[in-house]
């Protein structure tokens, strides 16, 4: 089965900076779309960035040209660079694989890594 381990989050003050990791075990990345997805307080869980195979990133609107999204197939392992924070970026973390670019993650999602900005 397919896991993930995230670490990275934490607290920081608004405009701070983060980076996430994310490593997967029992499959090789190298073929599939990566992504990170976050879930805030009360609210569903949604995509905040994902990096196809061959390296192309796609960012939701609410993070583009604050978050980058990076890979390392060769660690299995995929990051995302947060900057500029907002509040509304508070939400706890996740990482998955789809297959193919809007197709849902097929992954069981992990423990997640908890991002808090706050003054």
């Known amino acids: 089965q397919v896991q993930f381990v995230e670490s990275g989050g934490g607290l920081v003050q608004p405009g701070g900076s983060l980076r996430l990791s994310c490593v997967a075990s029992?499959?090789?990345?190298?073929?599939?779309?990566v992504g990170w997805y976050r879930q805030a307080p009360g609210k569903q869980r949604e995509s905040v960035a994902e990096?196809?195979?061959?390296?192309?990133?796609y960012y939701e609107d609410p993070v583009k040209g604050r978050f980058t999204i990076s890979r390392d197939n060769a660690k299995n392992t995929w990051f995302l660079q947060m900057n500029s924070l907002k509040p509304e970026d508070t939400a706890a973390y996740y990482c998955?694989?789809?297959?193919?670019?809007?197709?849902?993650?097929?992954?069981?999602w992990g423990q997640g890594t908890r991002v808090t900005v706050s003054s």
């Open positions: 998955n694989l789809v297959v193919r670019r809007g197709l849902p993650p097929f992954g069981s």
């Open positions: 029992e499959i090789m990345i190298r073929l599939f779309v």
């Open positions: 990096i196809s195979s061959d390296g192309t990133p």
